[in-house]
């Protein structure tokens, strides 16, 4: 699995890769705008991302814009839908129509900071990105 983790905060970004990592490569991105170079780059390189990890709340470019534009891409290159990069959006506060608007912007799922490792354990199942089984460390 191939893992895109986009923070504008290091704690929570140093987290989300330590629990990421036994599962794939993990690139990071610090903002949307590097999210979008990094998600380009990986698509010409033809080695895109599976899974991105994209916070809401980022200066500028926010994770619902950053995503809109992901989606936007791919829907423009044929990969919409089901062939695109799975996307759990990451948020400090439950805030319902930041997350309703993610949703909107079709990610898959959504998490609230500080992460929980059970759940995003879950959701990688879920998604299909890793097969069940004790999580390593
Ligand atoms: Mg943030």
Not at 28 to 51: C, S, W
Request: some cysteine; proline content about 4%; charged content about 30%.
């Amino acid at each position: 699995m191939k893992v895109l983790i986009v923070e504008d905060d290091f704690i929570s970004r140093r987290l989300l890769q330590r629990y990421l990592s036994p599962y794939g490569e993990c690139d990071i991105a610090v903002n949307g705008a590097e999210a979008l170079m990094a998600f380009q780059q990986a698509r010409q390189e033809g080695v895109p991302y599976d899974l991105i990890c994209l916070d809401i709340m980022m200066p500028e470019l926010d994770g619902n814009q950053t995503l809109k534009a992901i989606r936007r891409q791919e829907a423009d290159e044929g990969d919409g839908g089901l062939r695109g990069v799975k996307v759990i959006m990451t948020t400090m506060r439950d805030d319902p129509d930041s997350i309703l608007e993610a949703f909107n912007q079709q990610c898959e799922a959504y998490l609230l900071k500080p992460i929980d490792r059970e759940r995003l354990y879950d959701h990688l199942v879920k998604l299909g990105l890793v097969l069940e089984g004790p999580a390593t460390s």
